[in-house]
């Protein structure tokens, strides 16, 4: 689970869950980022390819600096690459991703994307090429069309609907009386968690971004509704450097690099096969316990 803490002018400000996250987070932050104009101006967005980097990178929340909660942590994402993040409760794991969001600053080395320091991006900028998909998303008491728009509010209706398309959600969309602008939460219609998560796949499609973060569901669906949101990650991953919070062991098998967490470093890193190998090692733990439970 991804937490994230904001202040502006010294007021903390707690999000509940990363959810609502980069869209809302963008309003908070294009707020706090009041640039002079003419560096807005200058700062034409880049668009990326995806290559994402690590280096030496070292983190403690601002909250508890005592606390190293990251540290030497390195790895090279190329553009594509879906990399699995592994490794026991509290090992650092959500902490990387919001690195990757930059709602923090490490404390020591860098994050680099297309080999250029992070920093030298606006937040928006590098966010409008990231989407999450949280594992429990929470939508806003809006219609269905607002919530996969959220990240992309010009989007056309044409646009809404070819997302939610490749997301496997049209069809269920298309069962309620009022389809499309029918209202969720609350006041509305309860959606289960499969179709909130494809409600949150669409969100992501229809932003189209270079770099994606998955936060994968600790809780199993029923096996039809694990079959359309699998499904539906599958294709929203293609072309997309992939960072997956895995627990599936089919998710974490089929990734091109696997990073192992162990209290707060990078302790085992490569292909489920290189991992396997280790018979001592952290990875080759997990996979049988996770074999065992299943
Ligand atoms: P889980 O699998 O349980 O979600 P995780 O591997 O994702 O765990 P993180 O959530 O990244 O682990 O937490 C790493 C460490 O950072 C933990 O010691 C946690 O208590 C601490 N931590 C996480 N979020 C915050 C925060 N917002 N402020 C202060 N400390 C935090």
């Known amino acids: 689970t991804i937490f994230v803490g904001a202040s502006i002018g010294g007021l903390p400000i707690q999000y509940a869950q990363i959810q609502k ?53 390195s790895f090279e994402a190329s553009e594509g690459e879906t990399v699995a993040i592994v490794g026991p409760s509290g090992a650092g794991k959500s902490t990387i991703a919001s690195l990757i969001l930059r709602f923090y600053e490490p404390q020591e080395g860098q994050m680099l994307l297309d080999d250029i320091p ?43 609907l070819e997302a939610a398309k490749k997301a496997n959600a049209h069809d269920f969309i298309m069962s309620f009386p009022e389809q499309y602008e029918t209202i969720v939460g609350e006041r509305g219609v309860q959606l289960s968690g499969g179709q909130r998560q494809r409600v949150a796949i669409a969100r992501a499609v229809l932003k189209n971004p270079k770099i994606l973060i998955l936060d994968e569901a600790t809780s199993s669906l029923d096996s039809e509704s694990e079959k359309l949101v699998q499904e539906a990650l599958d294709h929203l991953m293609k072309g997309r450097t992939s960072f997956v919070i895995a627990h599936r062991l089919s998710t974490i098998k089929n990734a091109d690099q696997i990073l192992v967490l162990e209290n707060g470093e990078i302790i085992e890193k490569g292909t489920h096969a290189d991992l396997l190998e280790k018979e001592n090692g952290l990875y080759h733990k997990l996979i049988q316990l996770q074999m065992e439970l299943n």
């Open 118 to 160: 992070a920093s030298e991006f606006t937040l928006h900028d590098l966010r409008s090429q990231m989407a999450i998909v949280p594992q429990d998303i929470l939508l806003f008491g809006g219609t269905i069309k607002e919530n996969i728009a959220y990240g992309k509010p010009e989007a056309t209706n044409e646009e809404i």
């Open 21 to 73: 996250a980069i869209g809302a987070t963008e309003r908070v932050f294009d707020l706090i980022d009041e640039e002079p104009e003419i560096i807005e101006e200058e700062s034409s967005p880049q668009p990326i390819h995806g290559k994402l980097n690590f280096k030496n990178l070292k983190f403690a929340y601002p909250t508890r600096p005592e606390l190293t909660v990251l540290k030497n942590i």
